[in-house]
């Protein structure tokens, strides 16, 4: 009785089958109801059954029961932490664009384990990480600040020999994002040096920080 008026209509369209983009809709929609979207919590633990649902239904809870999603997140994000080819789980990313201030330290603390330190060797699926940062819904700068230090201290000459260049990526984020990670701007400044980043560095740095900051790190 005390469920919003649209979660009957949401939970009817989440159960047919015949139309899985409509069920990614209503999921959507059920995520933003937050905690009041509760008396789905049964619907949504039984779309998790369905391997096409499985993340985004998983995401939809961790917004209306965060708790039940907690322990959960190492498999719902072991793409990231994966050694091999074998588990691409494109939907992993799509889970982390659901979550909320609840969870999203907890899968800030996961990535960045993933992630090597010095002298470590690098997993496979590490590499998704740079563009599963971009994902993060309205996240506070300084909960990915450190994800993205890793990332850009992280050696990813694997990746531009096969033509992908990590750190043209997370530069092209920090550009969108702007002077909210003014904090970076002393590991973005190093890249400048860099002949095939050079342009994308500086127009990075005068993004993220006033000149009268950045010049010094530059000059």
Not at 119 to 135: C, L, N, Y
Not at 152 to 179: H, I, P
Request: charged letters at 25%; glycine letters at 6%; a negative charge.
């Amino acid at each position: 009785e005390d469920a919003p008026a649209a979660l009957p209509k949401l939970v009817v369209q989440l159960l047919n089958d015949a139309d899985s983009f409509g069920q990614y809709d209503a999921l959507r929609a059920i995520a933003e109801l937050g905690p009041a979207a509760l008396p789905a919590r049964s619907f949504l633990l039984a779309a998790t059954e369905k391997a096409w649902l499985y993340h985004d239904a998983f995401g939809a809870l961790a917004r209306v029961d965060p708790e039940v999603v907690r322990p959960r997140l190492p498999e719902l994000l072991k793409k990231f932490d994966s050694d091999g080819e074998s588990a691409p789980a494109p939907r992993a990313d799509a889970f982390i664009s659901y979550l909320g201030p609840e969870l999203q330290p907890d899968a800030v603390a996961f990535l960045l384990q993933c992630l090597p330190t010095a002298g470590e060797p690098r997993k496979f699926g590490s590499a998704g990480i740079v563009w599963a940062i971009g994902q993060f819904t309205s996240p506070d700068p300084a909960l990915l600040t450190p994800l993205i230090v890793r990332v850009l201290e992280t050696d990813w000459s694997e990746e531009r020999r096969r033509g992908f260049d990590m750190r043209l990526v997370m530069l092209k984020f920090l550009k969108a994002e702007g002077a909210k990670y003014a904090a970076l701007a002393p590991w973005v400044a190093p890249l400048s040096t860099d002949p095939k980043l050079n342009l994308v560095a500086l127009e990075t740095l005068s993004r993220i920080a006033p000149w009268s900051a950045a010049l010094p790190l530059i000059e």
